[in-house]
C-alpha cells in the first residue's frame, strides 16, 4: 500500500466570510486536513485549484438573461474532445468564482502547503466544466484533450509514484471532492472520501446523493480518527 492525500479547492471564493461560493464551515476542516498533511503515512500529497478564465461557461454572468440566475439556471455545454463535440450536458451556473490569478482563486492561509508535492491548477478551458482533479465534466482522460484544462496529468503522476490508494478531502463534498475521489475509483486506485474533513454545497440533501453514488462506485468514505488513517504510517 502506498497512499496519496488529495486536498481539494481549499481556496478563499469557496470559504466564508468573504467567498464568492462560500461553503459554509469551509475554513472550520483546515485543522483536520493540516493534520492529514502531516501524517507520515501519506507518500505523496496534492492540492487542487479551481483555476478558471473570466470567460468560463459556469459563470453565470457570461449568460443572457434571462437564464442566467446562479445556482438556479443551466445551459448546454458540448464536449470539447476532437469528434465529440455534438455530445452534450447541462451545466449549472455559478457566481464568478477562483478566476486565475485573483485572490479568490488562491489557496486560504490556514492550509499548510509548506508539505505539498504538488498542485493542480483546474478547470482552465472555458468550454467546459471540471469538478474532478483527473477529468473534466465529459469524463475526458485524454492528456492531449485536457491539457487545455489541468495543469498536469494525475493519473500519470500517481501511476508514477506508485500510489496505490487516495484519500481526498476539501471542498465541496457534493462536487468537486466527490468526483475527484469517483474518478480516483475509476482510474484503479482504492478510493477514500474523509467525510470530517469535507464540508458541502449542500449539507443534507445534496451529500446524502453523493454518499449513496459513492458507496455504490465503491468509494470507502471514513474519518480522520479512523483505522484506515491510522493504520498508514505502519502499511507505508
Same mark, same amino acid.
Given at each position: @500500500?502506498?497512499?496519496? +492525500?488529495?486536498?481539494?479547492? @481549499?481556496?478563499?471564493?469557496?470559504?466564508?466570510?468573504?467567498?464568492? *461560493? &462560500?461553503?459554509?464551515?469551509?475554513?472550520?476542516?483546515? $485543522?483536520? =486536513?493540516?493534520? +492529514?498533511?502531516?501524517? $507520515?503515512?501519506?507518500?505523496?500529497?496534492?492540492?487542487?485549484?479551481?483555476?478558471?478564465?473570466?470567460?468560463?461557461?459556469?459563470?453565470?454572468?457570461?449568460?443572457?438573461?434571462?437564464?442566467?440566475?446562479?445556482?438556479?439556471?443551466? %445551459?448546454?455545454?458540448?464536449?470539447?474532445? +476532437?469528434?465529440?463535440?455534438?455530445?452534450?450536458?447541462?451545466?449549472?451556473?455559478?457566481?464568478?468564482?477562483?478566476?486565475?490569478?485573483? #485572490?479568490? &482563486?488562491? =489557496?486560504?492561509?490556514?492550509?499548510?502547503?509548506?508539505?505539498?508535492? *504538488?498542485?493542480?491548477?483546474?478547470? @482552465?478551458?472555458?468550454?467546459?466544466? @471540471?469538478?474532478?482533479?483527473?477529468?473534466?465534466?465529459?469524463?475526458?482522460?485524454?492528456?492531449? %484533450?485536457?491539457?487545455?484544462?489541468?495543469?498536469?496529468?494525475?493519473?500519470?503522476? *500517481?501511476?508514477?509514484?506508485?500510489?496505490?490508494?487516495?484519500?481526498?478531502?476539501?471542498?465541496?463534498?457534493?462536487?468537486?471532492? #466527490?468526483?475527484?475521489? +469517483?474518478?480516483?475509483? *475509476?482510474? !484503479?486506485?482504492?478510493?477514500?472520501?474523509?467525510?470530517?474533513?469535507?464540508?458541502? %454545497?449542500?449539507?443534507?440533501?445534496?451529500?446524502?446523493?453523493?454518499?449513496?453514488?459513492?458507496?455504490?462506485?465503491? %468509494?470507502?468514505?471514513?474519518?480522520?480518527? !479512523?483505522?484506515? =488513517?491510522?493504520?498508514?504510517?505502519?502499511?507505508?
Amino acid at each position: @500500500m502506498k497512499a496519496a +492525500l488529495i486536498v481539494v479547492d @481549499m481556496q478563499e471564493d469557496f470559504c466564508p466570510p468573504n467567498g464568492s *461560493l &462560500a461553503v459554509q464551515g469551509a475554513r472550520d476542516i483546515a $485543522p483536520t =486536513i493540516n493534520k +492529514l498533511l502531516a501524517n $507520515p503515512g501519506f507518500a505523496i500529497r496534492i492540492v487542487s485549484q479551481d483555476y478558471h478564465p473570466e470567460t468560463h461557461i459556469s459563470f453565470a454572468s457570461n449568460h443572457p438573461p434571462p437564464n442566467n440566475r446562479p445556482f438556479e439556471s443551466y %445551459v448546454q455545454m458540448n464536449n470539447p474532445a +476532437l469528434g465529440k463535440h455534438d455530445e452534450v450536458k447541462p451545466q449549472r451556473l455559478w457566481p464568478v468564482h477562483c478566476v486565475a490569478g485573483t #485572490k479568490g &482563486a488562491a =489557496i486560504i492561509p490556514e492550509i499548510d502547503t509548506s508539505r505539498v508535492d *504538488l498542485t493542480v491548477k483546474k478547470g @482552465m478551458n472555458p468550454r467546459v466544466e @471540471m469538478y474532478s482533479v483527473f477529468s473534466d465534466a465529459f469524463g475526458n482522460r485524454d492528456p492531449v %484533450v485536457n491539457a487545455q484544462s489541468v495543469s498536469a496529468d494525475l493519473k500519470e503522476f *500517481l501511476t508514477g509514484q506508485k500510489i496505490t490508494d487516495v484519500f481526498s478531502v476539501g471542498l465541496a463534498g457534493d462536487f468537486c471532492v #466527490k468526483y475527484t475521489a +469517483l474518478d480516483a475509483a *475509476l482510474e !484503479g486506485f482504492r478510493s477514500y472520501l474523509v467525510e470530517d474533513a469535507t464540508r458541502c %454545497v449542500s449539507p443534507d440533501e445534496g451529500w446524502a446523493d453523493a454518499r449513496k453514488e459513492l458507496e455504490a462506485a465503491g %468509494v470507502s468514505i471514513i474519518r480522520s480518527d !479512523g483505522p484506515e =488513517i491510522g493504520g498508514l504510517s505502519k502499511k507505508n
